[in-house]
């Protein structure tokens, strides 16, 4: 069973920064991915960045790219999302979840694992 835990989500203007970790705990019987999803109110849960767990190659939303980062430490179990340039349009809940098959993938349906999330909320 894989456990996840986010931290480090809060309340920030237009244009600051916040940098979200999630700590992964239990086994996992294959290696793929580590990934964040967000989900604002009244919409649906959508992708925002994942990377391999072993090679480290990294993908983004349109919306994101540039402005957010993420990265792993595969010592401490852990992945990280540095957000950059936040805007009142990233305010969500933001998910991390775990995909153990390869490949890229946009979908919730391929991440079984997930966290409870944590609320970034960005004013203008």
């Known amino acids: 069973q894989v456990q996840l835990v986010e931290s480090g989500g809060g309340l920030v203007q237009a244009g600051d920064s916040l940098r979200l970790s999630c700590a992964a705990s239990?086994?996992?019987?294959?290696?793929?991915?580590m990934g964040w999803f967000r989900q604002g109110p009244g919409k649906e849960r959508d992708f925002v960045a994942a990377?391999?767990?072993?090679?480290?190659?990294?993908y983004y939303a349109d919306s994101v790219k540039g402005r957010f980062t993420i990265s792993r430490d595969a010592a401490k179990n852990a992945v990280y999302l540095q957000m950059n340039s936040l805007r009142p349009e990233d305010t969500a809940v933001y998910y991390c979840?775990?995909?153990?098959?390869?490949?890229?993938?946009?979908?919730?349906?391929?991440?079984?694992?997930w966290g409870q999330g944590t609320q970034v909320t960005v004013s203008s």
């Open positions: 990377v391999e767990w072993n090679g480290g190659y990294t």
């Open positions: 239990g086994r996992m019987y294959s290696m793929g991915f």
């Open positions: 979840a775990v995909r153990t098959g390869g490949g890229t993938s946009y979908s919730v349906d391929n991440y079984p694992y």
